[in-house]
């Protein structure tokens, strides 16, 4: 049986649940995104001057896209190759001129592979990578584009990752393209963010939108050779590497749940759930004897192989949450003079997403639980795509992104 969640918006919760949702802002503020970026030293944290002078500041950026070195016939994969040295790499200015007419915007969830929490949620603007790459002129013989973030001169250092050419070309449905993108929630792109321009791969994890891009290769290889393909290896637990071509994982997760409550009192939660490929139709939250921490699952014995089904709770007595609409935060975006008519999926009259929950994006949900009796529990949640799969299915596996339920110890006193 298919569940659903109500869909309300904030004024039509209960005033304990509005007054927990105050802290939970849509689009994450620069502040608090989190930040992933390998490097020592750290491009997040270059001066102004060192920007300039390895290329990551907007007047002396550079983005080359060249042939396959390793390829038997380099001359043959790109006709126009962009090079600093043939002085036609792309520059900063360039890239502003073409988004007069090509930009686009999109909502995205940042998310990593790795981690069980999402890192932040923007409106993402850029230029569709296609519309560069053309620029380059690739032949017949291209099946695989890599993108490079400033510190692969460093062998050790270097960040790649890759698309096939295919999806950069041409979108599959219900997807926004993969953008050259240079602003996030109405800011132009700090360090921390991948300033001057980054990668944004709506529909996968965060390790495909390479921040600092400075070189983009195209090959005849079709092979993920990505770092997150080959970074795990050999680091304890994490002796395996990653799927590449996972898409993200829908998740629900609770917001600053309670450590303890008294009897007899209601307990209000509130949580995000990151949105997956096919889509979200409801939270579910159910509270459960108390269990001790999360079992290392990392760790590859039979046993663990196999021990996500212990994680799927069957038997919990699993309750609805309610789904919140979207926030009024995608209105001012819609609104914006620059972005008119240019983001994907929006309802134009309403400059709402016109499917809600949408792919790729947050939804923020809430629940009262009813009082429990004094004693220690574990609280967990759940997110359930309109196909009726609950999480963590339909893939549990870690190294395609985490799905794990999430498991919160409350004590009622
Ligand atoms: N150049 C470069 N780009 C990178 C990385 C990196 O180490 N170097 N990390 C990636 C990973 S693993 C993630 S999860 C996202 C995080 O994006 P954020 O820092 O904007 O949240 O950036 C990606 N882009
Ligand atoms: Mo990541």
Not at 103 to 124: V, Y
Not at 284 to 299: L, Y
């Amino acid at each position: 049986m298919k569940k659903h969640s109500p869909i309300l918006p904030v004024s039509g919760l209960s005033d304990d649940l509005q007054a927990l949702l105050k802290d939970l802002p849509y689009f994450t503020p620069e502040e608090t995104f989190g930040n992933i970026g390998r490097g020592d030293p750290n491009p997040a944290k270059f001066d102004d001057a060192t920007n300039r002078r390895v290329g990551l500041h907007r007047d002396t950026w550079k983005l080359e896209i060249e042939a396959d070195s390793e390829h038997p016939r380099p001359d043959c994969l790109l006709m126009n190759p962009l090079l600093e040295k043939n002085g036609n790499a792309i520059d900063y200015a360039q890239l502003q001129k073409i988004a007069v007419n090509k930009r686009i915007a999109f909502p995205k969830l940042m998310t990593c592979l790795n981690l069980p929490e999402p890192l932040g949620m923007g409106m993402w603007v850029g230029v569709p990578l296609r519309d560069i790459l053309m620029l380059a002129e690739p032949s017949i013989l291209v099946r695989r584009v890599f993108f490079y973030g400033y510190h692969n001169d460093d062998i050790e250092q270097r960040f790649q990752a890759s698309l096939s050419i295919n999806r950069i070309l041409e979108d599959p449905p219900g997807m926004p393209p993969i953008i050259l993108c240079y602003e996030v929630n109405g800011m132009e792109l700090t360090p921390a963010r991948g300033a001057p321009v980054r990668i944004i791969a709506p529909e996968s994890y965060g390790f495909r939108s390479v921040k600092w891009l400075q070189k983009i290769v195209v090959t005849h290889d079709h092979r993920a050779n990505d770092t997150y393909a080959e970074w795990n290896k050999g680091k304890g637990h994490w002796d395996w590497g990653n799927d590449t071509e996972a898409s993200m994982k829908l998740v629900a997760r609770f917001h600053k749940p309670p450590d303890s409550i008294n009897a007899g009192q209601p307990i209000p939660l509130t949580g995000i759930a990151q949105v997956g490929i096919h889509g979200l139709s409801a939270v579910e939250v159910a509270v459960v004897p108390w269990e001790k921490e999360q079992k290392d699952f990392f760790k590859l014995t039979p046993e663990n192989a196999l021990s996500w089904k212990a994680q799927l709770y069957e038997d919990a007595d699993w309750q609805l949450a309610t789904l919140l609409e979207p926030s009024e935060e995608y209105t001012h975006h819609h609104m914006r003079p620059e972005l008119k008519g240019r983001i994907w999926g929006m309802d134009t009259n309403s400059g709402l997403p016109s499917v809600w929950p949408m792919p790729f994006t947050l939804c923020n949900w809430a629940i009262v639980l009813n009082s429990l009796p004094a004693g220690k529990y574990t609280l967990i949640c759940r997110a359930v795509n309109r196909h009726g799969v609950a999480q963590p299915l339909p893939l549990p596996s870690p190294k395609s992104g985490m799905s794990a339920i999430q498991k919160h110890t409350i004590v009622v006193e």
